[in-house]
């Protein structure tokens, strides 16, 4: 699997929750493999503007842009839609941002549920429909959802957060469907533990955690990125409507083991 640096102008790729953890190294492996790239974030203005000027100064020759947007916001997001529309320019879409909601299923809080709906599902599905548009017309395009294993096993107290990535499974693929002849590829990474920011909660349970995977280790945000990447390249164009788990193993072993 190769990620050959594209002479020339490069092709835009809008990435979400790019600033920092999966979402950078998304945006830095797109950078590397010769994309232009613009992403989204809510809150972090200082590590976005850091890995603007990062890139733009180890890769001269590619245009990195950052623009605030919380999608949890719809009016935000509608309006980001209409400059999206405006546009018209993007051959690559990667929906990173995500929110998470721990609960029993028995337990859940609407509003709590709704709003991780909203990021992790809703603003993917108003965003494809901006840019899937113009890639049909272009009859070429990439679409990448980063998913979760969550989606494909249950988990006791992921009920919410599994749903929103289960909605964004059945999506993908139905639009990867709808698309497929006009050029565009659809699919969905789904990955199990990220060693980023997020899984700070868990530092307790990290070593018990990693025995329980069989590569025996969380994955490094790199791990991920190198698959986006791919995804976006011309190697992967007859890949769409696929669920790619990128979990060291995890949903490919029995849950119940020996040892």
């Given at each position: 699997?190769?990620?050959?640096?594209?002479?020339g102008?490069g092709?835009?790729?809008?990435?979400?929750?790019?600033?920092?953890?999966?979402?950078?190294?998304?945006?830095?492996?797109?950078?590397?493999?010769?994309?232009?790239?613009?992403?989204?974030?809510?809150s972090?203005?200082?590590?976005?503007?850091?890995?603007?000027?990062?890139?733009?100064?180890?890769?001269?020759?590619?245009t990195?842009?950052a623009?605030a947007?919380?999608?949890?916001?719809?009016?935000?997001?509608?309006?980001?839609?209409?400059?999206?529309?405006a546009?018209?320019?993007?051959?690559?879409?990667v929906?990173?941002?995500?929110q998470?909601?721990?609960?029993?299923?028995?337990?859940?809080?609407?509003d709590?549920?709704?709003?991780?709906?909203?990021?992790?599902?809703?603003?993917?599905?108003?965003?494809?429909?901006?840019?899937v548009?113009?890639?049909?017309?272009?009859?070429?395009?990439?679409?990448?959802a980063?998913?979760?294993?969550?989606?494909?096993?249950?988990?006791?107290?992921?009920?919410?957060?599994?749903?929103?990535?289960?909605a964004?499974?059945?999506?993908?693929?139905?639009?990867?469907?709808?698309?497929?002849?006009?050029?565009?590829?659809?699919?969905?990474?789904a990955p199990?533990?990220?060693?980023?920011?997020?899984?700070?909660?868990?530092?307790?349970?990290?070593?018990?955690?990693?025995?329980?995977?069989?590569?025996?280790?969380f994955a490094?945000?790199?791990?991920?990125?190198?698959?986006?990447?791919?995804l976006?390249?011309?190697?992967?164009?007859?890949?769409?409507?696929?669920?790619?788990?990128?979990?060291?193993?995890?949903?490919?072993?029995?849950?119940?083991h020996?040892?």
């Amino acid at each position: 699997m190769t990620t050959e640096p594209s002479p020339g102008p490069g092709r835009r790729v809008l990435v979400t929750g790019g600033a920092s953890g999966l979402g950078a190294a998304i945006v830095r492996a797109l950078v590397a493999a010769g994309h232009d790239v613009a992403f989204t974030y809510r809150s972090s203005a200082e590590a976005a503007e850091g890995l603007v000027a990062e890139l733009s100064a180890s890769h001269p020759g590619r245009t990195v842009t950052a623009r605030a947007l919380d999608l949890a916001d719809r009016d935000a997001v509608e309006a980001f839609c209409e400059d999206l529309e405006a546009d018209d320019g993007f051959h690559g879409f990667v929906h990173n941002a995500g929110q998470s909601y721990d609960a029993l299923a028995a337990m859940l809080d609407q509003d709590r549920a709704e709003a991780a709906m909203q990021v992790n599902f809703w603003s993917l599905t108003r965003l494809a429909k901006s840019l899937v548009r113009g890639m049909t017309r272009a009859r070429a395009g990439r679409i990448v959802a980063i998913g979760s294993v969550a989606a494909l096993r249950a988990n006791p107290g992921n009920a919410a957060y599994a749903a929103t990535k289960g909605a964004l499974i059945a999506y993908c693929r139905t639009l990867a469907v709808e698309s497929a002849k006009r050029g565009v590829t659809v699919n969905v990474i789904a990955p199990g533990f990220i060693d980023t920011g997020m899984m700070a909660p868990y530092a307790a349970y990290r070593a018990t955690m990693e025995r329980q995977i069989p590569a025996g280790r969380f994955a490094r945000p790199e791990d991920v990125a190198a698959l986006a990447a791919f995804l976006m390249g011309e190697g992967a164009a007859y890949i769409t409507g696929a669920v790619l788990p990128v979990d060291g193993g995890l949903t490919a072993m029995m849950g119940v083991h020996r040892s």
